[in-house]
């Protein structure tokens, strides 16, 4: 009985949390979080990870391997950054929400019945770069700075600076 007691006095306390955090925030900002979002916060969370001065990183957001994120870059909510080959991403990027980004794949792998070992390539995005929504970047993919990729773009090849890009497989726009 005592653990029950204790189990609907930890419940309620959360509920009670969770109930003045989404004031705050919803008066703040005009916006409702997941659950780990008014507990962790995303700078402290982006700096805990090694990220550079002013970048934020959502709680959900999935982070592997060896990630680097420059200064004042945005990793938006529901994304996949995999840095098991490397990842790179410049300064002032906004990386929007469900967003995937990998440097490995299983391909080789998967199709000999895993003989074959995974492949693995360095993934960077440059600086002062705009990645749009449900966006995947395939390993190994090079995207210059000041790009835009369009929402729900799949990236198979590198990006030149100062280029714009969407579709599936992602082209470039002139």
């Not at 957001?61 to 991403?89: A, H, Y």
Request: hydrophobic share 35%; charged share 20%.
């Amino acid at each position: 009985m005592a653990g029950t007691n204790a189990l609907i006095n930890l419940l309620n306390n959360l509920k009670n949390f969770w109930q003045s955090r989404h004031k705050v925030i919803e008066e703040k900002f005009d916006r409702s979080l997941p659950f780990g979002d008014y507990i962790v916060d995303r700078w402290e969370k982006a700096q805990a990870l090694g990220f550079e001065e002013g970048a934020s990183v959502y709680d959900n957001v999935c982070v592997f391997g060896d990630v680097q994120v420059g200064k004042n870059s945005w990793i938006g909510p529901n994304t996949i950054l995999d840095g098991s080959g490397r990842l790179m991403i410049g300064s002032h990027c906004s990386i929007s929400a469900g967003v995937q980004i990998y440097s490995h794949d299983t391909v080789a792998w998967a199709i000999s019945g895993g003989k074959d070992a995974y492949e693995y390539g360095t993934t960077r995005i440059g600086d002062d770069c705009y990645i749009g929504p449900n966006t995947i970047i395939a390993k190994g993919v090079q995207i210059g700075d000041r790009c835009i990729v369009g929402a729900n773009s799949l990236v198979l090849n590198d990006i030149p600076n100062d280029s714009k890009a969407w579709g599936n497989p992602a082209k470039l726009q002139l």
